[in-house]
C-alpha cells in the first residue's frame, strides 16, 4: 500500500510554480495577482482564505484578501466582483462559499469575469471543461487529477466509482475521468444519495472517490482489494484532545480501508493541499493568459 502525500506533491508544485514565476519576474513582468472574497465569519472559510492567502506568498504571487461584513447585500458584493473583472492588476480572484443565505450564489458565479475565475465554478468553466476546450478546471477535482497523474496511476479503462455528486467535486470529477485524455479514459460512476447498492457498487470500483462529506463513511467491506481510493472529505469532527476542539476527518475510514488497497490518499495531508495548489495553478495560467505567456 502506498500512500499519495498530498502535501509533499503540493510542495513539488509549488516549488514549479515558484520557478515559472521567479522567471517572469526577471523578465519585467509584475506578480501574479489572486484575490479571495470573504463575506461574514465562517470558521472554515476564514481558515480557507488565510491560507490561500499564506500559498500566494509562498509562490511569489501577491495576493490580497477582501473580507466583507456579514450583512453585506447581494448588490454591494455584485459591485465588488464589477470592480475586481475590471481591475487589470488582478489575474484571478473567488469568492468564498458558503454565502450568508440571503445572497444568491449562483448570481454572484455568473457575475464573475469567466476569464479571471480561477474556481472554475462559471458555466462557461463547467461548459469549457465538459468538451474538453481550454478554461479553468475547479481546484479540488483539479488537485485529484494531479494525484492521480503524479502518482502514475493508469485510469484508462478503469472503473472509477464517485461517491457524492456536487457541483464542486463530484460532477466535474465524473466529466474530468471520463474525457479522452490522460488521466481520463476511465468508465465512471456517479453515485448519490439515492443510489441503490452503494456498497455493491463502490465494491466494484478500481478507484473510489470519496466526496459526500460523511466522516468514517467508507469501510474496508466497500473497497475491492488493490484499489485506488482518493479521500475528498474535509469534515471538522468534535474532540476534546486538543485545543480546536475538533480533529478534521475524511469520508473514508483510513485505518481499516488501508491495509486493503494499493493507494490511499490521508486526511489531512491528501486533496486539501492539492485544492489549495490547484488554485495556484489556475491563477498562473490566467496571469500567462492575459501576458500571453503561453
Ligand atoms: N468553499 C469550499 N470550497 C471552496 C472552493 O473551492 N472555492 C470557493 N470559492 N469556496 C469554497
Known sequence: MEIISGVALSRNIKEEIKEEVSGFLDQGLRKPKLVAVLVGLDGPSQTYVNAKVKDCHQVGFESEAIRLDESTSEEELLSWVKKLNEDASVDGFIVQLPLPKKIDETKILLAIDPLKD???FHPVNIGNMALGLPGFVPATPAGVMQMLDRSGIETSGKHCVIVGRSKIVGMPLSILLARNSNPGNCTVTLTHSRT???????KEADILIAALGKPGFIKADMVKKGAVVIDVGISRVE?????KGYLIQGDVDFNSVSDKVSFISPVPGGVGPMTRTSLLTNTLRAYKRSFNLN
Not at 239 to 243: G, H, I, K, M, P
Open 118 to 120: 480561477v474556481d472554475g
Open 239 to 243: 474532540t476534546d484532545t486538543n485545543e
Open 196 to 202: 441503490k447498492n452503494l456498497e455493491e457498487i463502490c
